[in-house]
C-alpha cells in the first residue's frame, strides 16, 4: 500500500534533521533509477560499484556487487562506463563449494552473477581513498580506470558493506567517513561530473552518510537503513542453497537484493520506477529505506528497456535475513551445527572466536565511556549515555580523529576478516565516539583528552588479546 503503517511500529525513517517517509521515497529513489536507462539524449550513462569486505563470511558483499555490474550492462550502461571494485577473495575461496562463481539468490537455476563481472580494481589496492579517486577522476590516486563523466552524463554509485554512524568499511585501510564523503560530493559538483547522481548505498547506519545533500544538487541518495539502525543481510543458513548445495553464507543484503531482483524482472517498459521502489521499500521491512538530496527529478518519464532472460522469483524471505551485526556469529553457529563430524571442533573454535571478540568489544567501548565519564557528577548515569543516547553529528572533525584512533590502536578482529580496529560487529560503536564528541562540554575534556581516552583503552585491550593469544 500507499502507507505502510508498519513503521510506526520502528524508529522513524530519519537521520538527525533529515526526514524520510515511505512516500518521498517512492517518488524520488523511484524515478532516480530512471536516470539508469538509455534515453533520446546522447548523455553517457556511468557506473561506480564498490564492494567494502573481504572474507568468505561476506561473500554476500561481492555476489551483489557482481549483480549490480549485471544490471548496469542490462540497463545500457557501456561496459567501459563500468568501474568496479571489490577484493575479489570470495569467487576463489578454497570454501566456495562453487569455485570461481557467485551467485546473489537460491535456486536450480540461480545465475551465476559472477561470470562476466569484470573487477577493474582488486586486492589491496581497494581502499576508501581508492574510491574517491575514482570518483573525482584523479589518476593520480587511481591508476586504472576513473570516472570522466562530464555535466551531461548521469552516474550512479552503489556501495555494499559494513557500516556505523559516519563511517563505512572499505577492506583494506582506514574506513570512509561522512566528511570525506562529503567532500568528494562537493568536489564532482564544482567540477561539473553530472547531470544527475544516484547513489545507493546498502550498509549499516548508511543513513548517517549523507547529512548536507542539498535540494537543488543533483544528489539523490537512497540508503538501506536510516542512520540509528543495522541494515540486514538475506537468504542465510539453510535458504542459502543453489543446486543442491548450501554455500555457507548469506547470498545477498536485504535492501540489494530487493531492488536488483525487481529489476530483474524485465518490466521496466511498462512499470512505473514509482511502482518498483513502493515495492521495494515495502519487502525491505526489516530496515528503513531512506532518501536524501534532490528531488527536482522525481518526475522524470521512465525509458524503455529489454532485459532477457528475466524471472520472476520468490522475494526473500524474513525468516532466512539477518541483523547485520548478528551475520558473523549466526553463520559460525549454523556451520558448526551442519558440518561432518570431523570438522565440527574446528567450526566451534571459529564460533567461539567470534563470541569472544564480540565481548571484547563490548567491553572495550563501555570502558571507553566509563573513562570519559569518571570526573562527571554521577559517572555511572553519565557512562550510560554515553553508550545509549543517539547524539547528532555536529563535530565531524572530532568524530572522524576519535574513529581513526579506533582503527589504529584497537584489536584486529581475525575473526571478522578486519584490517584494523573497526569490525562487521563493533561499527555500531561509532555512536559512541559521536556523544563522546557532541558531549565534551559535559564531559569537561576537549579532544585531546578523549583521543588519550581511547588510544590507551585501545591500547590495553590489544595488550590482553596479545596474552591471551
Not at 513503521?7 to 524520488?28: G, R, T, V, Y
Not at 557532541?438 to 585491550?461: F, M, N, P, T, Y
Request: net charge negative; hydrophobic share 40%; proline share 3%.
Amino acid at each position: 500500500g500507499f502507507m505502510n503503517y508498519r513503521h510506526w511500529l520502528k524508529p522513524p525513517c530519519a537521520q538527525i534533521s533529515h526526514f524520510c517517509f515511505d512516500f518521498d521515497l517512492e517518488a524520488m529513489a523511484a524515478i532516480a533509477l530512471a536516470m539508469l536507462l538509455p534515453s533520446l539524449a546522447l548523455a553517457e550513462k556511468w557506473a561506480v560499484i564498490a564492494a567494502g569486505s573481504q572474507g568468505f563470511m561476506n561473500y554476500r558483499h561481492q555476489a551483489d556487487a557482481c549483480h549490480a555490474y549485471q544490471i548496469m550492462l542490462k540497463s545500457g550502461v557501456k561496459a567501459e562506463n563500468i568501474i568496479l571494485m571489490m577484493q575479489d577473495d570470495v569467487a576463489k575461496s578454497s570454501e566456495n563449494p562453487f569455485p570461481g562463481q557467485l551467485f546473489n539468490k537460491p535456486g536450480n537455476d540461480s545465475p551465476d552473477v559472477y561470470k562476466g563481472c569484470k573487477v577493474d580494481y582488486s586486492g589491496d589496492i581497494v581502499t576508501a581513498q581508492l574510491f574517491l579517486d575514482v570518483l573525482t577522476s584523479n589518476t593520480t590516486g587511481a591508476k586504472g580506470k576513473v570516472l570522466k563523466s562530464t555535466e551531461e552524463d548521469t552516474v550512479f554509485v552503489n556501495f555494499v558493506d559494513h557500516g556505523g554512524p559516519g563511517i563505512v568499511a572499505f577492506p583494506n585501510g582506514p574506513f570512509l567517513h561522512v566528511k570525506d564523503l562529503s567532500k568528494t560530493l562537493k568536489t564532482m559538483q564544482s567540477k561539473k561530473m553530472f547531470k544527475q547522481l544516484v547513489f545507493y548505498m546498502e550498509a549499516c547506519e548508511s543513513g548517517s552518510m549523507f547529512p548536507d545533500l542539498q535540494a537543488d544538487g543533483k544528489i539523490l541518495a537512497v540508503t538501506a537503513s536510516n542512520g540509528q539502525e543495522s541494515s540486514w543481510g538475506t537468504y542465510c543458513g539453510d535458504a542459502a542453497m543453489v543446486k543442491g548445495k548450501n554455500i555457507g553464507s548469506c547470498l545477498g543484503d536485504l535492501f540489494s537484493v530487493n531492488w536488483m531482483e525487481d529489476d530483474d524482472l524485465g518490466k521496466l517498459a511498462s512499470e512505473t520506477f514509482r511502482s518498483q521502489i513502493s515495492k521495494v521499500t515495502k519487502l525491505t521491512n526489516k530496515s528503513h529505506v531512506c532518501s536524501f538530496g534532490d528531488k527536482s527529478f522525481e518526475n522524470e518519464a521512465i525509458g524503455d528497456v529489454e532485459v532477457e532472460g528475466a524471472v520472476l522469483s520468490e522475494t526473500p524471505s524474513t525468516d532466512s535475513s539477518v541483523d547485520t551485526r548478528d551475520i558473523y556469529v549466526s553463520q559460525a553457529f549454523w556451520a558448526w551445527q551442519n558440518v561432518p563430524e570431523e570438522m565440527k571442533s574446528q567450526a566451534w573454535t571459529r564460533f567461539v572466536s567470534i563470541i569472544n571478540d564480540r565481548e571484547r568489544d563490548d567491553q572495550l567501548f563501555a570502558k571507553i565511556g566509563g573513562k570519559a565519564c569518571a570526573d562527571s557528577q554521577g559517572p555511572a548515569e553519565c557512562q550510560k549515555k554515553m553508550l545509549d543516547e543517539r547524539s547528532e553529528l555536529k563535530d565531524m572533525d572530532c568524530h572522524y580523529t576519535l574513529a581513526r584512533a579506533v582503527h589504529e590502536h584497537c584489536p584486529v578482529s581475525a575473526s571478522h576478516h578486519a584490517t584494523g580496529g573497526w569490525n562487521g560487529y563493533n561499527m555500531k560503536f561509532s555512536q559512541v565516539l559521536l556523544n563522546l564528541c557532541e558531549g565534551q562540554e559535559v564531559l569537561g575534556k576537549d579532544l585531546e583528552q578523549l583521543s588519550k581516552i581511547v588510544q590507551e583503552e585501545c591500547i590495553q585491550a590489544k595488550g590482553l588479546t596479545e596474552v591471551v593469544i
